[in-house]
């Protein structure tokens, strides 16, 4: 696993107490698909107190997507991918946002006062978007570009995981596949998902692919044309080891078709651009 070394310059949030921002899992691995884990733990910056919450909150799926750091390494250690993990609570700043997007810095999640981050200034937030968001967006870019060559694209796949209950609505999805033009990826896992009767699968659901607030596959996926997918399990599934397992296994085996088509890894135009920009 690489780690760049933290910033420790004046003004800057990291301190040398704290982790990096991002780690980068089998970094001289060759082959185009890249696996991405935006929300892979619940680390605060030293500097920030926690953001003023308490273990217990910390260890909530406010804070990261539960399961989702050990299925990803799960996947890309039985694949030999290259896998970017982003290292800071999405309290602190959601990676997967658009700046413009008011949930990059959630004063209140699911419920819960997120006191330290209450009326920020400006400072403050761009404080976290060069400690955090541009470090690991920057690795992705880099992951991704340089397994590019002669018009062949590189695929990204995201990992994500879902909280079992939201707004009082039990979610009855065992997994979800997000996707928005492009189904080079989707189509495959979905079919693959299918397969399993005791699975109930999500076509963009419990969240959407479509919806504007996922930037990293907007960003570096569409936008780029490279065929790239979201992938979402839901965390009550996700709990134990033996459940990490599980999971990567499916995964794995939705995805080694995926690694063997070489026709999937081309560039397509981008007809429609990017959503958003911030």
């Not at 060759?30 to 680390?43: E, G, K, T, Y």
């Not at 080079?184 to 959407?208: I, K, M, Q, T, W």
């Amino acid at each position: 696993m690489y780690a760049p070394p933290v910033s420790t310059a004046p003004g800057s949030l990291l301190g040398p107490q704290d982790g990096p921002p991002f780690t980068v899992q089998n970094p001289d691995s060759d082959h185009p698909l890249v696996l991405l884990c935006d929300h892979s733990s619940n680390a605060v910056p030293s500097a920030l107190d926690n953001l003023g919450l308490d273990s217990d909150a910390l260890a909530r799926h406010i804070a990261y997507d539960i399961g989702a750091d050990a299925v990803t390494q799960r996947v890309a250690d039985a694949l030999g991918l290259c896998a970017v993990y982003c290292r800071y609570s999405r309290l602190v700043i959601d990676c997967n946002r658009y700046l413009a997007d008011p949930s990059s810095f959630l004063p209140v999640s699911d419920g819960t006062v997120v006191p330290g981050n209450q009326n920020l200034s400006e400072a403050d937030k761009q404080a976290r978007v060069e400690a955090i968001r541009v470090p690991y967006h920057r690795a992705v870019a880099a992951a991704l570009s340089g397994r590019e060559a002669d018009g062949a694209a590189a695929g990204l796949v995201a990992i994500h995981s879902f909280t079992p209950r939201m707004a009082g609505f039990e979610r009855p999805w065992h997994v979800g596949v997000l996707w928005d033009q492009d189904p080079r990826f989707a189509e495959p896992l979905l079919r693959h998902f299918a397969l399993d009767a005791s699975l109930c699968v999500g076509d963009n659901e419990p969240y959407s692919g479509r919806m504007p607030a996922d930037y990293t596959i907007d960003h570096h996926g569409e936008r780029q044309g490279r065929p790239c997918v979201s992938l979402e399990i839901r965390q009550d599934l996700l709990l134990e080891s033996h459940q990490h397992d599980e999971w990567a296994e499916r995964v794995i085996d939705g995805l080694r078709d995926l690694v063997k088509r070489p026709e999937l890894y081309k560039k397509r135009g981008n007809e429609h651009g990017e959503r958003h920009r911030a």
